[in-house]
């Protein structure tokens, strides 16, 4: 156990939805990570957070979207969904240079 | 840019045998490597990591890695295959070295192990 939560597990929905993602990090980390994993693309970074604050951006659809609260939770935001955006989606947090990954959201967008 | 190449999508190997998962990487400074592993439907779990310090990495699980900047090599390896050690295993460079980033993945490798 990583210590990063991530809820739901498992997503289903239909094309043209929005959802929202959640990411609890691990005590202390102030970074937020979120990654995509899909069968075509591997593992690709989405987008960054430290404190509140966005850090970096990556390969991340206008479509989607992502804050940090200040309890340091964060949440990604994927709207106007397309079959193309079924994916695992996960979330790491980091103390410095490893980062540690929650279980993954699997999203199935119908 | 950084950027890391696993060089076998799939290594198939007896229980018991050595395991040599290959990696290359590029970056333009000191690089922070990773080997991560993903075991079906789970999520992704910290092997070991090089981080400018010594360059022969012990990791969990009986897994090592050498870091040979000459060949600019990370492979990962172990001495003895167990069933359990199926699984999918990522070389990842960190964007920014010891400042953290955004992790850049390999494609994977997929280890089966055969009894």
């Known amino acids: 156990d990583s210590g990063v939560t991530q809820t739901p597990k498992h997503l289903i929905t239909a094309t043209g939805q929005r959802v929202t993602l959640r990411c609890s990090p691990r005590?202390?980390?102030?970074?937020v990570y979120w990654y995509q994993q899909s069968l075509d693309q591997g593992l690709q970074f989405l987008i960054q957070?430290?404190?509140?604050?966005?850090?970096a951006k990556g390969n991340i659809l206008e479509r989607f979207s992502a804050q940090q609260f200040p309890d340091l939770h964060s949440e990604l935001n994927l709207s106007s969904l397309e079959l193309g955006d079924s994916a695992l989606y996960f979330c790491?947090?980091?103390?410095?240079?490893?980062?540690?990954f929650g279980p993954g959201t699997r999203l199935t967008v119908l | 840019a950084q950027s890391v190449t696993q060089l076998d999508s799939h290594v198939s190997v007896s229980e018991g045998t050595p395991v040599l998962l290959r990696c290359n990487y590029s970056?333009?400074?000191?690089?922070?490597l990773f080997w991560y592993v993903q075991h079906p439907n789970k999520g992704l779990q910290l092997l070991l990591k090089?981080?400018?310090?010594?360059?022969l990495v012990k990791g969990i699980n009986g897994f090592e890695a050498e870091f040979k900047k000459s060949e600019t090599s990370f492979h990962l390896t172990k001495p003895s295959a167990h069933m359990s050690d199926a699984a999918e295993y990522f070389c990842?460079?960190?964007?920014?070295?010891?400042?953290?980033?955004?992790?850049?993945f390999g494609q994977g490798t997929e280890l089966s192990v055969k009894p």
């Open positions: 790491a947090s980091s103390p410095r240079e490893e980062q540690f």
């Open positions: 005590s202390g980390d102030l970074s």
């Open positions: 957070y430290y404190n509140g604050e966005e850090r």
């Open positions: 970056s333009s400074y000191s690089p922070s």
């Open positions: 090089y981080t400018s310090a010594a360059t």
């Open positions: 990842v460079v960190s964007d920014r070295g010891n400042q953290g980033g955004k992790l850049i």
